[in-house]
């Protein structure tokens, strides 16, 4: 008897896991980019975060908003994790879209430029030293040409005039810089880890990470959860679930004590990176993966893309941000 009762004990388990399984709620969620600013996403799947709120999540990678935005208008994903300002620029456009949280705070950005230059400019090199340089960014219009704009003009600097502001792939600026074409370069993480601590001969003019450069790139909701009105209203819970498992992996990255079980988890993830480099650039960005989307961080995004010209008019902050999740954001503050 008791040899079958505990078959039937294990029969039992078996049952409910595969129901479980069964009931599993599949989604797809974007990124509009395979890129550190969404390590929430990618450590709620494998922390199994997903799995515990009975979601069975496939993370679609993109190669920047204008690919996966359509696919968030298109439904091939119902969220995405992608920059706040480009929801802003759909949003103007007539999308109906809104924010459900934050998932990196700050601009994970930095100007580096070749220690050779460094070396010219001397130990009182500041960031106003930008004026007549050659600087690299990424696509124009993109995060880091607008963020290298902004800085001109909150110089009081002419961004066409006053400096040169060279579009160009991120495996280039390196070498563009190497070879004396660039003076510097607006990058993002991981790259600035990997040209100043792999490559070497590199270092920072600016280092937004350590509150360096314009306050407006600090806490300025720079990533968000983003999603379709018309999805989120339909699917209050299922959204409930997902910004649930990602507070929670926000939560996990942002102890310390867990830094290394993070770099582990996210090796696979970020394989063409070296650990010791990845274990870096996370480790500076731990304490930028917060939830809270404020009125505050809607005005900054409103404010860069006002500077830049991409909008004519502020957006209010209740057209582009969902509240109803907010006891989920309070939660990261919670012990």
Known sequence: MNRLLKLAVIAGFA?????????????????????????????????????????????????????ATPALLGGSVVL????????????????????????????????VIPQT??????DGRSI????GFRIGTLSRGGMADMAMRYIATDLGLDPERDMTLMPMAPDALGPSMQAGDLDAALTV??????????????????????????????????????????????NPETVRKVVKAMVAAQKFVADENNLDEVVRLMEPVFPSLKPELLRKSIQKQI????????????????????TSGA????????VVVDESYSELWNAFDSK
């Not at 106003?128 to 004026?131: A, F, G, L, P």
């Open 311 to 318: 909008l004519q008019k502020a957006i209010e902050y209740d």
């Open 80 to 111: 995405q994790s992608a920059a706040t300002e480009n929801m802003l620029k759909v949003v103007t456009a007539g999308q109906p879209i809104k924010a459900v949280m934050t998932v990196q705070s700050t601009l994970n950005g930095a100007i």
């Open 117 to 122: 230059i460094a070396d010219k400019l001397g």
């Open 15 to 67: 049952l409910s896991a595969a129901t479980a399984l069964a009931r599993a709620e599949s989604i797809a969620i974007g990124s509009s980019v395979h890129s550190l600013f969404s390590l929430p996403l990618y450590l709620a799947k494998e922390k199994g975060y997903f799995e515990q709120e009975g979601l069975t999540v496939e993370i679609i990678n993109f190669s920047g908003g204008s690919t």
């Open 128 to 131: 106003e030293d930008v004026k």
């Open 189 to 234: 993480e991981p790259q600035q880890t990997v040209l100043v601590e792999a490559l070497g001969g590199f270092t920072y003019l600016v280092d937004m990470l350590e509150g360096e450069g314009p306050e407006l790139f600090q806490d300025m909701g720079w990533i968000s959860l983003q999603g379709k009105v018309d999805w989120i209203d339909a």
């Open 287 to 306: 304490k930028t993966y917060t939830p809270r989307i404020t009125k505050g961080t809607i005005a900054k995004n409103n404010e860069l893309l006002l």
